[in-house]
């Protein structure tokens, strides 16, 4: 039995075969009728040439319109002669662009002239343009340059009709050779347009073959995507633009608990939203529906809670993008379970918490520790001190001197770890100041003179340089500093020297290097300590603890305030030899300081007696500055308040008026104001503030009231005469009610003979006590009158320490008058370390720094407690 042949192939050969006799015939269909329509073709190619000449031929019948159309509207500027010329210039615009667009006039382009002739007409309408299409009265006042122009182009509308004249000439032979040509090309056209078709043929059947392997080809990569999807470690849900899911991969499956089977076709929002975010997702997908191309979709990760198919709910992060489909827009999103991130988060957050809650903790430890620890320490001291005053036996001085020790060195340490505390918390700002290094440097070795006399060793200082100019440095820091290095230096050094250098190099009119080196010819320190001896609480060994006593912290703070200045401390040492500690620090150049000079008034020379109007709210302040000035010869008068003294000084006529400038009332700066604004008699008398202390900016405040001076708390004889003799010389003669001369008040004193203050006696970089002032103030008192005014300082004293224990941040200007008036006080009894505490204090007042003012108020009790023990101490004694 034959098997029978299959004739599909051989239907589609005869199927190929009728298709290629179509197609010739066709192509033979398509040569005739091109035939006939390139006859007809030529016909309007001519008619078209025709045309061109024509459009050409009216070039320069357009640009005479246009001409007379320009000097009619020159000669009668008006708005319908305006719209002619328009006309005239559109129809002149359209016949040059023709000839540019025309691509029968392609090769006239390709004459050189004629080129550069359309180029000029291009170039005159572009200029040309704006100045008529713009505005009515524009286009008419710019009538002239138009009309210049048109005048400019006369001649070359006439040189391109002649050039397309001969052009057209030439082209009508070549027209008969193209046609032949033509004829002939389109028998070969047809040929080959049959010939196309086969290959054309050839290719379509391969092209499809070759889509039939893509879609294969597509669809096993769709199929690879799915499983990638469906694979992921994130779950992918993919839904359509009703909300209804497409797609769940596994992922999904265990993050949700639903089965893809179970959510497919189901909307998302009723299955893994939480009810608290569903809100949240229609406005997004109504949104999105509304503007697709908005930012709904480009949010970036998303944080919100999903619910599972148990009804817990649980947080997710999700990222979403859109995929376009033919049956319309899918979302893709990408959610990640964060359950375990947060958790870990939250753990971090808690321990940062806790950490942040421990250092808090530990820096209120301090803070107690030191002023519990200080309070009775000081009690200790200064009873010791008074206990000294009475008769002792030799066991007792001996006992006594034991406990001094151990409590000075108690104190000292408490003191070092509550300095560490306040460096390490920020709490201790750079305060910049204007200083003479010299004035900071000589007081502070004078002052460490005694305890190098009791280790046998010298101590000495050496400058170099530029050191008579002024710096701008954080006197307290810089001054902390020195006192660590000379005070180590001089602990570890007997039978020598501890030299310190100072040198002050200029770089350049506004900058300089400050060098400092503390250098001693002690035990010296080992290579492998050098590498330590900054850190906290190192002593160097056993061996020294035994014959040195510290806590170790003397050096790790000198390194953390050379730290905050920019600087960096060094040390080089050989054991057995010396030990040398540097630092250089780059600081301002203020000026050049000039020696201070008070001009003596020879005793002999005759007084005059002033009348002093004294303006001050503090009684303590007023009653000195009245004592002062009545033994010096002048008729002070007071005033309890800045009203009382406006006042005054519009009824009365003042030689001098001190104004206080913190007074409850107002002002002394608004009350000096009030009184140079009047027609008082004491308007034009110049008035001296008084101030605990004064930055330089609220001195150009005191001036621009119209002050003549300033006077720094506490106020001392020598500085009010020096300031009354100035401000009474600079006045007019006319002005002037005294003379020339003014009464002595005080000879300025010579250094004290003494043996200097020690670092005991200083506290924050200032002795305890200016024994110079309180001396002044022990003389001019009785004794009656200077115990009440000591006993008048206790009470403020003690009253503002409470006030800080019960006062909140509401309460900050009452504070800040408070400390203001202490700071007077303590100024007029020599407290010089108080009341630089109490400056600090007001600072933070006048800044809000609440926290920075009760950092300063913790030291505010052990600090008053040591000075009413030295002020006890020195008027005791005399």
Partial sequence: MTASRNPTPRRRLKRFEALLLIGVALVIYITL???????????????????????????????????????????????????????????????????????????????????????????????????????????????????????????????????????????????????????????????????????????????????????????????????????????????????????????????????????????????????????????????????????????????????????????????????????????????????????????????????????????????????????????????????????????????????????????????????????EAGSQPVALEHIDIMSLVEPLVAGLQPHAGKQCTDLSTEYEGDVGCMLEIDRRSLQQVLLNLLGNAIKFTANGVVMTRISVAALNPGQAVLSCEVSDTGIGISAADQKRIFED??????????????????????????????????????????SSFTFELDVPIIARSAPRHVPDIEPSQPARSLDILVVEDNEINRELIEEILERAGHRPHLATCAREGIAAAEADLYDVILMDISMPDMNGIRATETIRAGEGLSRRTPIIAITAHALPEERARFEAAGMEGCLIKPVRRAALAECFERVIRERPESEARAAAELPELARPEGPRDSEGVSPDDMAFGAPLVDRDQLDCLVSALSQHRLSEMIGTFTTESERLIASFAETGKSEMPRLQKQVHNLSGSSAVFGASALHHQLIRMEDACKAGESERLAALAADLAPLWSRTAAAIGTVTLGE
């Fill in 33 to 423: 009728s091109l035939s006939l329509t390139l006859s007809a073709r030529l016909g309007v190619m001519r008619e078209a040439r025709d045309n061109i000449q024509w459009n050409i031929s009216q070039l320069e019948v357009d640009y005479l319109k246009l001409e007379d159309a320009a000097e009619t509207l020159r000669e009668a500027p008006n708005t319908e002669n305006l719209e002619t010329l328009r006309r005239r210039f559109d129809l002149f615009y359209s016949r040059v662009h023709f000839m540019n667009n025309s691509t029968a006039l392609a090769d006239l382009h390709a004459d050189p002239d004629l080129h550069r002739h359309h180029a000029i007409l291009m170039a005159f309408l572009d200029d040309v343009a704006p100045l008529i299409d713009g505005t009515d009265a524009a286009a008419i006042a710019a009538i002239e340059p138009i009309t210049g122009a048109i005048k400019d182009i006369a001649r070359l509308p006439r040189k391109l009709v002649i050039s397309e004249v001969r052009r057209a000439a030439s082209l009508t032979s070549l027209e008969r050779e193209e046609i032949m040509r033509l004829f002939r090309t389109v028998g070969l056209v047809s040929v080959l347009v049959a010939g196309s078709l086969v290959v054309g043929f050839v290719i379509l059947v391969l092209q499809n073959r070759a889509l039939i392997a893509r879609k294969a080809l597509v669809a096993t990569l769709g199929d690879r995507t799915l499983s990638i999807l469906r694979a992921s470690l994130d779950a992918v849900v993919v839904i359509d633009e009703d909300g209804a899911v497409t797609e769940f991969n596994g992922s999904a499956e265990k993050i949700f608990g639903y089965s893809r089977s179970a959510v497919f076709g189901t909307r998302a929002e009723t299955l893994i939203i939480s009810p608290d975010f569903l809100t949240a997702h229609r406005d997004s997908m109504r949104l999105f529906r509304e503007e697709p191309d908005g930012e709904t979709l480009h949010t970036g990760r998303l944080e919100f809670i999903a619910r599972h198919a148990n009804g817990s709910e649980f947080p997710v992060e999700m990222s979403m993008s859109t995929i376009g489909t033919e049956e319309g827009l899918l979302f893709v999103a990408y959610v990640r379970d964060i359950t375990e991130e947060l958790q870990r988060r939250e753990a971090l957050q808690a321990a940062r918490d806790q950490a942040l809650c421990a250092y808090e903790q530990k820096s209120n430890f301090f803070a107690v520790m030191s002023h519990e620890m200080r309070t009775p320490l000081n009690g200790i001291i200064s009873s010791l001190e008074l206990l000294r005053d009475s008769p002792l036996s030799r066991e007792q001085d001996r006992l006594i001197k034991i406990v001094e020790t151990s409590s000075e060195i108690l104190l000292r340490h408490a003191d070092d770890v509550l300095d560490i505390e306040r460096i």
């Fill in 537 to 578: 609480f190192v002593t160097l060994g056993a061996a020294y603890e035994r014959n040195f006593t510290g806590t170790g912290l003397g050096l790790g703070i000198a390194r953390r305030l050379i730290d905050r200045l920019g600087g960096t401390l060094s040390c080089e040492s050989v054991p057995g030899e010396g």
